[in-house]
DNA sequence: CCAGACGTTGTT
DNA sequence: GTCTGG
DNA sequence: CCAGACGTTGTT
DNA sequence: GTCTGG
């Protein structure tokens, strides 16, 4: 996946590997690593902390799904996207993970917070939504504020976005 | 204090 | 009843 | 999470 | 490498 990161004094676009490897990691670890990491505790969580503190990413998508579980049935997807239509940034970490041999790997996660209001019907976690006046801050390793990086990461406002029950069948784009 | 974990709930 | 240690 | 502690260094 | 659980 394609993700926006601050190298020196330039933002980069690099291809990551989703699913996050903490660099002392001796090997890949079954999961694949982590796809996710919980905004309430990133900063105390040893896999995170240092990707938190200075290796944080914009991930860009113009929307996501959420699995909703129906009595009986296969869970059924639900699309959310901003009700501009535009496309947004996930706040992700990522990691260059170096293995015993070989070149170094990218790998990212997103962040993931309590549902809003109109995702929480359907699951009670959804991906963190930065707004564009705090991708700066985001994306600045200088930036030690764990406190206010933290408070970031806040559930996106339900009412900029929209959402349709999609079927699966029909969403291969 | 040392052994063992270290993460979340994605994918169909 | 509540805290602590394993 | 549940079993087991729940207290301090006083006195002879 | 560093934290946690026993």
């Not at 129906?70 to 170096?98: H, M, N, T």
């Not at 997103?110 to 994306?139: C, F, G, K």
């Amino acid at each position: 996946m394609l993700a926006l990161c601050k190298v020196g004094n330039r933002r980069e676009a690099e291809v990551f590997r989703w699913g996050l490897i903490p660099a002392w990691m001796k090997e890949v670890p079954k999961s694949g690593g982590f796809i996710n990491a919980r905004a309430e505790t990133l900063a105390s969580k040893v896999s995170f902390r240092d990707a938190f503190r200075s290796r944080r990413c914009l991930i860009i998508a113009d929307g996501f799904y959420e699995w909703q579980k129906v009595e009986g049935k296969r869970k059924q997807p639900w699309f959310f996207c901003l009700s501009s239509g535009e496309p947004f940034a996930f706040a992700g970490l990522y990691e260059s993970w170096k293995p015993p041999q070989g070149e170094p790997v990218n790998t990212c996660a997103i962040i993931t917070t309590q549902a809003n209001e109109i995702v929480a019907p359907v699951h009670d976690r959804m991906p963190v939504i930065l707004p564009p006046d705090v991708y700066d801050s985001w994306l600045d390793p200088a930036n030690r504020d764990i406190r206010k990086l933290t408070d970031l990461l806040r559930p996106y406002p339900a009412s900029e976005m929209a959402s349709r029950a999609e079927f699966p069948i029909l969403r291969i784009i």
